[in-house]
């Protein structure tokens, strides 16, 4: 075999182990190796052989039951992977935390929850919002939380919500859509009312600024 047969043939099967990676992610009850194969258009063999490489890397592992889930390798990537999503939007965060006089912060999904990977403050304001790096909330509540899930609906618009994570506390936020692999949302947090059409426009460039930086 040449060496250019013996490229593609490799690329062939990073492809394959790839998709079979996101295949398994997509299913909550973990797939089968039939399931796999199948869903891939290959053989249960060639399946058997890209488990076995996978497995060996902790990228996935088998259930009780014999199904295909990912494996604890995949955690350890994301966290790496995370401070490098938190430097490439802190431009963009810093820059709309000026713009509108509220802490402004990077929720990225993580277990189910949405996680605050990145928190930027004002500079100028007397009081504004403390709001703590990884802290985590459900994705049901808060403007961060709704905006991933509006997302995954294909929905770009802003949200916005009023005291559902803290009394007292105003949130807008809007999806950062068109990074593959990455759900994630950009928002601000204030003590005070918001002017949603407003806070709404520059909510939305930071998250194009921010999906633009990431891609």
Known sequence: MDTAARAGETAQTLDRGLRLLHLVADAPGGLTVTEAA????????????LVGALTSHG????????????GAGVLHLARRAQPLLAEGALPALRRLAEQAGATAHLTVVEGGEG?????????WTSFHVAYRTGSRHPLERG???????????????????????QSGAYGVAAPVLGVPGLE??????????????????????????????LS
């Not at 990228?59 to 990912?70: A, N, P, T």
């Not at 996680?115 to 500079?123: F, G, K, M, N, Q």
């Not at 709704?146 to 009023?162: C, E, K, N, Q």
């Open 184 to 213: 994630a949302s950009v928002g601000v947090v204030s003590l005070t009312p918001l002017d949603v059409t407003e806070v709404g426009t520059q909510v939305a460039a930071a998250a194009e600024s921010i999906a633009a930086a």
């Open 115 to 123: 996680v605050a990977l990145a928190v930027v403050e004002p500079s």
């Open 143 to 165: 403007a961060a939380g709704r905006a991933i899930l509006a997302g995954r609906a294909g929905a770009a618009a802003p949200v916005s919500t009023s005291g559902e994570l």
């Open 59 to 70: 990228m996935l592992r088998r259930d009780g039951e014999g199904r295909l889930r990912l």
């Open 38 to 49: 199948n869903r891939l258009g290959i053989g249960r063999a060639a399946v058997y052989r």
